[in-house]
């Protein structure tokens, strides 16, 4: 039943196990951090960021507060889709460095007492995989590694006819001809990536071994990539049109319902397939290992991806609806409704998450604005379970303007130069912004593989280090409030204050425990929250608040009289003396 004014989730309190050791609950209230690698830190000069550059960060990273490292793809790769069309699995690209420089990584990231987890991609590889290359020279026992259909003959211009009308998710037909093997193989995204056929047990069996390899090496898990396209509809049909009025051309993906390409029921299968090999390793080794996800955009069929009651899948797929309900216009209820929405769905006794940006979707602090973009950090750290954060939040990093002569990204370059700042994902993707020198401190080279954001001057490490006030000194207190026993396993009450205002509280009686409020007008008010939390003690403490409140760290405030800021946040501390909600 949808609760409109507030909602209790009660966390159970499993924790209690000093980090640095093997808690087997460390997943479920950890902060991740994604690092994008070609754009975190370059040390060779080619403008393209390197993991001796992630190593050499590690120790601000440690500073930030965050939990664990989310590396997205460094294998061996042509770059078409900039790692997401791999060539192999086993192999560091030498773009990103050696095998050495991995292991020099990984072996500082866990002296840092930080976890590393792996991208890792499923649906398909590069089409100049070992196994695509002899699939498509009907090479035993890879002839069947791929999908693969017969041409439906051939069209008035003497061009070959695809086996239906699917379309990839970059624009134009899933379908690519081999002149080669003379037949269409299936690619949901670029031509280079062609999808792996799972009804074949060996593609599955060599998936597994992808996953085992990382986990002897000693990753902490997962993210997959794209798990909703792993299996197809065997029947093959054209899809039917979306009739979508927003969709801006027929050759896009949007143009179709994608009832035969996506969110099949054999999807699960495989993903629990995926998870008994961690359920293995952990069974032998003793260590827990977590593997989060992509997921549909059906929340049903998302909720099914955490398993059931005798069959775990995945500890969390990604909960991204704080990215899309949340806007300029969002008020106090919209914003509860976000948050309610998962937690509501989930079934008990999973793991909730939240995640406000990444290399897929354009910057918080461009979608909602600077004020707001850091509200919407107080918020989402101080929820109860984990937390995805994409590297630059904390600096509140903004979209950079990529012309289209300067655009890399597969997505926008199909789109073409009129519609490609509509699909491209460059501008989330260019690089961290270190200080006020050349290229801020990304490079040493004299280029970058994409622009710098002009406002690096101002927005960057050193400025914000230095400064008073700053989104990384919020963030770094955010961060922190995670530590805390009462976010970790405490009470969550949630109220609408009014339109303008959201509330929630964390709490754990006799522990340090906090108040969340956020303002989503556009003015300065005021609000009295005694009545609605009556067990608050008369005045509480600011841990954190926005950068352009009236009050900041460490000043007293009464319960009856809260100024917030335009846009603004605070996070105000107290010290719990009850068990009521």
Not at 344 to 373: I, K, Q
Not at 501 to 517: D, H, I, M, N, Q
Request: with cysteine.
């Amino acid at each position: 039943m949808k609760l409109l004014t507030s909602f209790v989730l009660l966390a159970t309190a499993l924790f209690g196990v000093a980090w640095g050791q093997e808690d087997p609950n460390w997943y479920k209230t950890a902060t991740y951090y994604q690092v994008y690698p070609r754009s975190l830190k370059d040390t060779n000069g080619d403008g393209i960021g390197d993991l001796r550059g992630i190593t050499e960060s590690i120790p601000f990273l440690k500073s930030l507060g965050v939990d664990c490292i989310w590396l997205s793809p460094i294998y061996k790769s042509p770059m078409k889709d900039f790692g997401y069309d791999i060539a192999d699995f086993y192999t560091i690209d030498p773009i990103f460095g050696t095998w050495e420089d991995f292991e020099e990584l990984l072996a500082t990231i866990k002296a840092a007492g930080l976890r590393l987890l792996m991208d890792l991609i499923p649906n398909h590889t590069s089409n100049e995989h070992e196994w695509f290359i002899k699939s498509e020279q009907g090479v035993q026992p890879y002839v069947d590694y791929y999908v693969w259909k017969p041409s439906k003959g051939i069209d008035a211009n003497g061009s070959q006819i695809p086996p239906n009308n699917w379309l990839s998710a970059f624009a134009g037909s899933a379908w690519k001809w081999s002149d080669q093997r003379q037949m269409f193989y299936l690619h949901q995204f670029t031509v280079e990536q062609p999808d792996l056929n799972y009804r074949n047990p060996l593609v599955l069996a060599e998936m597994q071994n992808v996953f085992r390899f990382w986990l002897q090496i000693g990753v902490d898990g997962f993210r997959i990539d794209a798990p909703a396209h792993i299996w197809e509809h065997e029947d093959f049909l054209d899809e039917p049109p979306s009739n979508d009025p927003n969709c801006p051309a027929p050759d896009q993906f949007c143009a179709l319902n994608h009832t035969y390409v996506k969110d099949q029921e054999e999807v699960y299968d495989i993903l629990y397939a995926f998870r008994t090999v961690v359920d293995e390793f952990e069974a032998t080794s003793g260590e827990i290992k977590v593997l989060m996800s992509e997921a549909s955009g059906d929340l049903g069929l998302t909720m099914r991806y955490y398993g059931n009651d005798t069959h775990s899948i995945i500890h969390f797929p990604f909960n991204f609806y704080l990215i899309w309900e949340i806007n300029n216009s969002t008020n106090a209820p919209s914003i509860e409704a976000a948050i309610l929405r998962w937690l509501e769905a989930m079934p008990v006794g999973r793991t909730a998450n939240y995640v406000l940006g990444n290399h897929d979707n354009g910057r918080l602090a461009s979608r909602v604005g600077r004020e707001f973009a850091m509200t919407n950090q107080m918020i989402a750290f101080l929820l109860p379970g984990a937390m995805i954060s994409y590297m630059g939040e904390e600096l509140n990093m903004e979209n950079t303007f990529v012309s289209w002569e300067q655009t890399q990204d597969p997505q926008g370059c199909n789109a073409g130069p009129e519609l490609y700042t509509l699909f491209s994902r460059d501008p989330e993707r260019t690089p961290y912004q270190w200080d006020d020198s050349a290229f801020s401190g990304f490079t040493n080279g004299s280029s970058t593989w994409l622009p710098v954001n002009e406002n690096y001057v101002n927005v960057n490490v050193a400025a914000e280090e230095l400064a008073t006030l700053s989104p990384l000194k919020i963030y770094r207190r955010l961060a922190e409030t995670r530590k805390f026993e009462s976010v970790k396993t405490g009470s969550f009450d949630l109220r609408v204050v009014n339109d303008d205002v959201l509330a929630f509280t964390r709490k754990l009686p006799g522990e340090v425990s906090f108040l969340v409020l956020a303002n989503t007008a556009y003015n300065t008010v005021t609000v009295d929250v005694s009545a609605l939390f009556p067990s608050l003690p008369s005045s509480v403490t600011v841990f954190t608040a926005s950068e352009n409140s009236a009050i900041q760290e460490g000043d007293t405030v009464s319960t009856s009289a809260i100024i917030l800021p335009s846009r603004g946040g605070l996070v105000l501390s107290f010290i719990a003396v009850d068990r009521m909600i």
